[in-house]
Structure formats: structure tokens, C-alpha cells
């Protein structure tokens, strides 16, 4: 497909040209470990809580930001029971028995995930899933 491309940059200077475009079949990151070349990636994998921790959070969390992968050891933790609740304590030791996967614990995750409803805090010190917290696994990169 040839098409024509008209840019004006901040200074007002135009910029012109014709591309011939070819359609993308899959998606292949240029230069990994930047967002903007990670682009958009979506996983519709659904959790399978009966997965050794390491191995579920591997398959799960590589892709999420902070707060979703505090999410999804909630959730783990709790085996996606919305009743039972999951002490910060547990979730902290667990999460830094696996930094190499998930990275550094910064408590301010806990809070990001609260305020957007994946998780919530009954009383002080712990953590219960909220049953729709699945939408952090159909999320994508740039969230």
C-alpha cells in the first residue's frame, strides 16, 4: 500500500513523503526493553491457581506494572477467593522471594492497586482480590 505523509513539526517546518506500507503479520518489538518499542501486547491467558507461585507468576506478571503483579499475588495468595483475605505481610515476603521475577517491592503498589480496584483493604494490614481484578491480565503494556 503507497501512501502519502504530510508531518509539521513543533517549529511549523512541513515534511513530506511517499511510503510504500506492507501489512504487519505478527508483533516484533524493535529494540527491546523500551515501552515504545514494547508497544501493545495483550494476554487472555486465564490464571491457573493450581501452578507452583514461581511458575504462575512467570507466566503472568512479565508484562504488568507494579500494582497489577500485587494484584496477582492477591490473588494467587488468596486462590482468587474474594473472602479470604491475605495478611501484606505474607504478600511482601512472598513478592521479595521473587525479585528476580517481579523486581523490587515498593509499597506504594499496594496503594496503586486499591485505587484501581483490583484490590481492597478490609482493615489495616490486609488485602482481599476484587472478583473483576482479571482485567489486569487482558491490560497491556503502556497501562
Partial sequence: MKVHIVLTDDSGATFEGHVDLTPQLSFRPTHSGTSSARGRKSSSAKANFSTPMRAFMKAHARTLSGPKKFA???????KNDPETTVPFTDIERNWNNMTGLLGKFNRAHSTRAKDNGWVDSPKQGVYVIVRDWEVILNATYDD
Fill in 72 to 78: 496477582l499475588l492477591v490473588a494467587y495468595l488468596a
